[in-house]
């Protein structure tokens, strides 16, 4: 009778595994690199990339100013005699030497815009790895489910052959009592995990800015990792390619060149070249100023009331020198100053870099080894149920062995898979603190 319950129970268990295996097969496996193909589509990507063109138009708008201004203009007088005059003219201006503010804006600009795509690269690095966390997740959610059904439907076999023990004589009230509430606690886990799983399908669909319900089943991880590179070649490539080291770096030669603007507007001398000319047709005017780089032209003619007087030539040239200029001194201190914090800000960025590599690299090797173990468990597992099969051919054995021995077993695929999420997660992250573009996946 007991192993007639047992069998009973073992294939009601079969049935329910049978089920879930069929349902996840007719469900469509959603792989690894269609989620990242997705991603681009998500709102945080969108984000990302707005940031990025953002700065791509404030270096537009600092090249266009590098463009020759023109400006129309229009005159009219009229003196206390009643004379009127009318004139048009035109006004121009050009940077013509290489240290015009306009030239150190389009710089500052390239250098914000390489910042930017730094910062662009690292939230796209960001949302990978949070897509990785949902998608594997999710895939640990639907397993947790199937143990969860599995230990269930072990403690329904449990209690039927508490029951019949009992009703045997062969065990008591309390043993009933303890494999019902057994039961129920198996039953309150698999609502949790099954809870456990819509909420995993609803944060995937969230970072993919996709429903749920289009969400076919996730793949597994990789069962291997690509080959690991030694911790030197990591630290050295994370020093010369890693983001916050990079804009560090920077920021550094923004300091550089506000510095070197603040001496060479302290040194250069005030000095104004103009040309003109002025006739009965037109008058012509060229100017130049040193300090600033720029060369302007102005041009007018008049329409009507315009002069008698024969035409001319006329040139100047002013010079200035500040001997004394107490703000412009204080802000080549603060420049010097900013670069001086610069600096300091670059050696703590390699220094938290090479901390944040060797910390990933060890969480990689602590992975692994967890892997390793898992993988020795699972065979564990296995040489268990054949020898508890084998004790149920030879009779020493039953049939709710065996279904315990399968829930084992499928226990231990379980954490060998949770093993592996684990390891490939750790890669990724050490990938990102690598600072190597994640889109392109590990597969």
């Known amino acids: ?18 089920l ?19 991603l681009p589509a998500s709102p945080g990507w969108l984000q990302a990339e707005l940031a990025y063109e953002g700065a791509v138009r404030s270096l537009e708008a600092s090249q266009a100013a590098l463009l020759p201004q023109l400006s129309p203009q229009a005159n009219y007088n009229r003196s206390a005699q009643g004379k009127e005059s009318l004139g048009l003219g035109v006004g121009a201006s050009v940077v013509a030497l290489p240290w015009n503010p306009r030239v150190d804006a389009v710089e500052n600009a390239k250098r914000a815009l390489f910042r930017a795509e730094l910062v662009r690269k690292e939230a796209r690095n960001n949302l990978v790895l949070n897509l990785a966390s949902r998608f594997y997740g999710l895939y640990q959610a639907e397993l947790d489910l199937e143990v969860a059904r599995a230990v269930r439907g072990l403690r329904e076999a449990q209690l039927e052959v508490a ?41 995937l669909a969230q970072a993919l800015g ?17 080959p690991l590179p030694s911790l030197e070649q990591a630290l050295t490539e994370a020093l010369r390619q890693r983001s916050d080291v990079l804009q560090a770096e920077s920021r550094l030669d923004d300091a550089q060149a506000a510095l070197n603007a603040a001496r ?39 329409l009507a009331g315009g002069t008698s007087a024969p035409a001319s030539w ?32 670059l050696e703590a960025a390699k220094s938290a870099a090479t901390l944040e590599v060797r910390q990933r690299y060890q969480e990689v090797k602590t992975a692994l080894a967890q892997v390793a173990l898992s ?11 054949a020898v508890t099969k084998a004790r149920l051919k030879a009779g020493t054995g039953t049939a709710l062995d065996v279904q315990a021995a399968e829930v084992a077993l499928l226990q231990a695929k379980r954490n ?28």
Do not use: C
Request: glycine share 8%; aromatic share 4%; no cysteine.
């Open 1 to 18: 009778m007991r192993t007639e319950h047992g069998r009973v129970a073992m294939k009601r268990g079969f049935l329910l595994f049978a």
């Open 20 to 38: 879930l295996l069929f349902s996840l097969a007719e469900s469509e496996t959603l792989r690894w690199g269609e989620a990242l193909a997705r």
């Open 163 to 203: 029951k019949t023990k009992q009703a045997l004589g062969q065990a008591t009230f309390q043993d009933v009592l303890a494999a019902r509430q057994a039961l129920e606690s198996a039953r309150l886990d698999e609502a949790s995990a099954d809870g456990a799983l819509e909420l995993a399908r609803l944060s």
């Open 210 to 226: 996709e429903k749920a319900q289009d969400l076919g089943v996730p793949e597994p991880p990789p069962e291997t990792l690509p």
């Open 264 to 302: 060479r507007d302290r040194l250069l001398p005030d000095a104004n070249l103009n040309l003109g000319y002025s006739g009965q047709e037109a008058s012509l005017g060229v100017g130049l100023n040193l300090k600033s780089g720029t060369l302007s032209f102005t041009g007018s003619y008049p």
């Open 314 to 345: 006329s040139a100047s040239l002013s010079l200035g020198f500040s001997l004394l200029s107490p703000v412009q001194d204080a802000q080549i201190a603060r420049a010097e100053t900013d670069l001086a914090e610069a600096k300091v800000a």
């Open 375 to 385: 993988e020795h468990a699972k065979e564990g597992a296995v040489r268990s149920l």
């Open 416 to 443: 060998l898979e949770v093993a592996r999420i684990q390891a490939h997660l750790a890669y990724l992250k050490l990938l990102g603190a690598l600072g190597r573009d994640l889109i392109g996946g590990t597969r």
